[in-house]
């Protein structure tokens, strides 16, 4: 332990050669404590022969005397009493950093940024992240919800340590992780004409209002694309920016939407219908997605591991298999 400050050394004594132990700065401050070797030693489990042997490594280092002894008492001297001060300086540093450390590693203190897709961040990830804080309490989690894009650019720059999206198009310096495939459903308000069928094709959407997430979003895009292939003209006759949105808008009966099974949970909880959309099916795979370059915290690869094992048991698919 190396360390310098104002601390009145001779002149002949080079600083860079003062590398003292914490056992022998705790050896200083409890002689200055208790002013009694035999105390000091006792307190600090050593013998007072060692104690002494210590105390004169230290006044040797410093080419000073820190302690004047008698038979009778023990005075520190004046610099003694500068030395102790910083002795305590550092001892109070190194007790501030191993708690810190031992936090840490016991997981109790730290935070986790979170970059999802709407989708994921208001059915599937409450439930993990509530089982995550029953844990690690001590570990704050914040989250960012919005679309493929922002997902990608948040964990890219470093704002989130872990992305949900999907897995499409993700560049190399991303690692990934799929976690489920994920097929779309047309949700219907109760009443809707199309409520009778069990399936719906492509072509019976033809004509219908939808309520669509914006144009510049990849859940918009694959729609579009797969009914410009099918020959369709799809009506986007109400654009918002949330799924929850979109699902009330569906609820009031303004229109009908397509979405990815993340979002199903939420439609069943408002009563809405729901059906497989076919001929063809489309889906996309939705994973976990971290930088390549960026280790993660103690807290982070926890989260990782939880998210998944409980993805399978929480996969919003496996759920809705009687509707299909």
């Given at each position: 332990?190396?360390?310098?400050?104002?601390?009145?050394?001779?002149?002949?004594?080079?600083?860079?050669?003062?590398?003292?132990?914490?056992?022998?700065?705790?050896?200083?401050?409890?002689?200055?404590?208790y002013g009694s070797f035999?105390?000091?030693?006792?307190?600090?489990?050593?013998?007072?022969?060692v104690l002494t042997r210590t105390v004169q490594r230290v006044e040797g280092l410093l080419g000073l005397t820190l302690f004047n002894r008698t038979t009778r008492k023990v005075e520190i001297t004046d610099a003694g009493k500068e030395f102790v001060a910083l002795a305590e300086r550092v001892l109070n540093d190194v007790q501030i950093y191993l708690t810190a450390v031992q936090e840490r590693t016991n997981e109790q203190r730290g935070q986790v940024v979170i970059s999802s897709v709407m989708s994921v961040a208001c059915t599937v990830l409450p439930?993990?992240?509530?089982?995550?804080?029953?844990?690690?309490?001590?570990?704050?989690?914040?989250?960012?919800?919005g679309v493929h894009g922002n997902v990608i650019e948040n964990v890219r720059s470093?704002?989130?340590?872990?992305?949900?999206?999907?897995?499409?198009?993700?560049a190399p310096i991303f690692a990934q992780k799929p976690l489920s495939k994920q097929y779309f459903h047309v949700v219907l308000p109760k009443g809707h004409r199309l409520e009778r069928r069990r399936q719906i094709s492509w072509s019976a959407l033809q004509g219908q209002q939808?309520?669509?997430?914006?144009?510049?979003?990849?859940?918009?895009?694959?729609?579009?694309?797969?009914?410009?292939?099918?020959?369709?003209?799809?009506?986007?006759?109400?654009?918002?920016t949330q799924f929850t949105?979109?699902?009330?808008?569906?609820?009031?009966?303004v229109g009908i939407a397509i979405v990815p099974e993340g979002a199903l949970a939420e439609a069943l909880s408002i009563g809405l219908s729901i059906r497989p959309l076919v001929q063809p099916r489309i889906s996309r795979v939705l994973g976990l997605i971290t930088l390549k370059e960026?280790?993660?915290?103690?807290?982070g690869e926890a989260l990782i591991e939880q998210l998944?094992?409980?993805?399978?048991?929480?996969?919003?698919?496996?759920?809705?298999?009687?509707?299909r």
């Open positions: 332990m190396s360390f310098s400050s104002s601390f009145p050394y001779p002149a002949m004594i080079h600083t860079d050669r003062l590398n003292f132990s914490a056992k022998e700065l705790l050896a200083i401050k409890a002689v200055a404590d035999n105390a000091a030693a006792i307190t600090l489990h050593m013998s007072q022969p439930t993990i992240v509530a089982r995550y804080k029953q844990e690690r309490p001590g570990v704050d989690l914040h989250i960012y919800e470093g704002v989130a340590d872990i992305g949900l999206t999907y897995l499409d198009d993700i939808l309520v669509s997430l914006p144009s510049d979003s990849r859940t918009r895009r694959l729609i579009d694309a797969t009914a410009i292939t099918a020959g369709l003209n799809l009506s986007h006759d109400i654009t918002v949105t979109m699902l009330q808008f569906v609820a009031s009966g960026r280790s993660q915290s103690p807290f998944e094992c409980e993805w399978k048991r929480l996969n919003v698919a496996s759920k809705y298999q009687s509707v």
